[in-house]
């Protein structure tokens, strides 16, 4: 398949909405503490499947963005196979009042990246990730930030497969959600 990266500013918000970011939770990463040796992770299947969908949360998805945050400093890159749409991403970098950047000019955090059920597993999300990188690069970044969550096996797996590190483990993140834990995972950029 040949994958198109194209930049692109917060106009493209309705469009980058249209690709689902639903995936079905089959497993999960449990955290088991292992004291001051550390915390190991172990997949586990879920008994019962479920679909999760973080744009049906409330205030959540691409088109609320502009209400919370300023997004000139934002890029959005879109996966392309010809006319066919395969996935988005968002970069941010420099937001005031986004606390995932941690208030640094060296961090840039990957916000979303989606691509379509029917494409996953086939190079647009890598190609996404690797445009995202070059792009916070650019912007003088030492350190790409990204969070998912332990109910997000695929995710997990492949920012593992792109190099990043897990760097934050927070159990407790999200009061209304307390079965998922925050993983957030860094990695280190070529500047």
Known sequence: ???????????CLPRYQEIPIS?????????ENKGLSGILFKEC????PYIKDYD?????????WLKRWDLSNW????????????GWAAVAWNTPGSFMLEDRLDLAVLW????????RGKGAGRHLFAAAEEWAASKGCSYLKIETQNINVPACKFYQKQGCVL?????????????EICLIWYKKLSV
Not at 1 to 11: L, V
Not at 45 to 48: F, K, L, Y
């Open 45 to 48: 299947e879920v008994e019962d």
């Open 23 to 31: 995936f079905t939770v089959n497993s999960i990463l449990m955290a």
């Open 1 to 11: 398949m040949n994958i198109q990266i194209q930049k692109e500013d917060a106009s």
């Open 112 to 119: 979303d990246l989606r691509v379509h059920p029917a494409h």
């Open 167 to 179: 760097g934050i483990i927070n159990k407790f993140a999200y009061p209304d959600l307390p079965e």
């Open 75 to 86: 890029m959005f890159l879109s996966a392309k196979s010809g006319d066919e749409q395969l």
């Open 56 to 64: 049906a949360i409330r205030g959540e998805g691409p088109t609320r």
